[in-house]
C-alpha cells in the first residue's frame, strides 16, 4: 500500500491498485537507470561495457 498521511487524523496505509504500482514500478527503475547511467559516465564507462556487465548480472553471470 501507500502511505498517506491526513493532517489531524493521522497516517494510514492506502490501497493501491495494480496499474498504478506498476506506474510507480517503471517510474522507480528509470529513477535508479538515469543515475547508473550518469555514475557510468563520470567514471568512463561505455554504453557497451555498461549493456555487457547488465546483460550479465541479469543473466546471473557476474563472471564475465
Do not use: P
Not at 13 to 41: G, H, Q, S
Request: aromatic share 2%; glycine share 8%.
Amino acid at each position: 500500500g501507500l502511505v498517506e498521511m491526513r493532517q489531524g487524523a493521522g497516517t494510514f496505509v492506502a490501497a493501491v491498485n495494480a496499474d498504478r504500482r506498476a506506474r510507480e514500478r517503471t517510474a522507480a527503475a528509470r529513477r535508479v537507470v538515469r543515475a547508473m547511467l550518469a555514475e557510468a559516465a563520470s567514471l568512463g564507462i561505455t554504453r557497451d561495457d555498461l549493456k555487457s556487465a547488465i546483460n550479465s548480472e541479469l543473466d546471473g553471470d557476474a563472471r564475465k
